[in-house]
Each structure stands twice: as structure tokens, then as C-alpha cells.
């Protein structure tokens, strides 16, 4: 298998986990409430959980611009997906770190964060978030 064939057989598998998370989250609770903070790739110039999510037809809400002001408002979400070119944008990974009390909070009130990320990628724990209960 070529590189490139390799490349979307990964991008495949992503999309196919992101899609069996948000169903069983989406059936478990009836009207489960997700956030989702995206940034657009440096190369491709593309998303990748907003796309997905509405192809999908999954309610979200982006935080991404709220973030970029410096804050981050979880009350009333369930979960939270961080894309896999997020850590790409230095001022939103530093903008993050400065939220990991809130995103600790986020997980102790029960509420589940997805991180995807490459695997030569930063991992949230870059942002100060280690807690038991995440897996990055």
C-alpha cells in the first residue's frame, strides 16, 4: 500500500471513531450538547471536525472564536472535540493551556473531551489538562 492510500485508510478510521463517539454519546443521552474547537490546516486549508460533524448532521457548537478571545465557556456541553490540526495554531494551544483549570472542571462535572491528534502532534496534556479521566 502506497503512501497515500495509507493516509486515507487513516483519515477513514478517524472519521469512522468520531462518528461511533458522537452516535453513543448521542443516544446514551438524549440530546447530548457538543462544543467543538477546529483549525484549518496549514497545507490543505480544510477543518476537520466541523465538516464531519455536519455531514453528519450533528448539532455543535464551535468555541473556537470564544477561545481565541482568551475564554472558554463549557457550561451546558456534554462534549468537547478538539481537531487534530488545532495544536498546529500556537496562540490557540497557548490560549488553551490558559484554560486547563476550566477544562479540568469540564471533566470532574462529567463532561467527556476528544482530542484527535497525529501522532507526531502535541497531546493535551501540552495543556496542563492531566486528569485521571482523559486519554489522549
Known amino acids: 500500500m502506497d503512501k497515500r492510500m495509507r493516509k486515507h485508510w487513516v483519515l477513514v478510521c478517524l472519521a469512522g471513531m ?4 458522537v452516535c453513543a454519546s448521542c443516544f446514551a443521552s438524549d440530546a447530548a450538547q457538543i462544543a467543538i474547537l477546529d483549525y484549518a ?4 486549508k480544510t ?7 455536519d455531514a453528519a448532521r450533528v448539532s455543535y457548537v464551535d468555541l ?3 477561545l ?3 475564554q472558554l465557556d463549557l457550561a451546558g456541553y456534554d462534549i468537547l ?8 495554531s500556537s496562540e490557540l494551544r ?3 493551556n490558559l484554560q486547563a483549570k476550566a477544562l479540568r472542571d469540564f471533566v470532574e462535572r462529567g ?6 491528534t497525529q501522532a507526531d502532534q502535541n497531546l493535551l496534556q501540552d495543556f496542563g489538562c492531566q486528569h485521571e479521566r482523559i486519554t489522549a
Open 64 to 66: 473556537t472564536p470564544m
Open 81 to 88: 472535540i478538539i481537531g487534530s490540526f488545532f495544536t498546529n
Open 94 to 96: 497557548e490560549n488553551l
Open 18 to 21: 468520531l462518528w461511533v463517539l
Open 47 to 53: 477543518t476537520g471536525v466541523g465538516p464531519l460533524l
Open 111 to 116: 463532561g467527556v473531551i476528544v482530542e484527535f
Open 68 to 70: 481565541e478571545r482568551r
Open 41 to 44: 490546516d496549514e497545507w490543505t
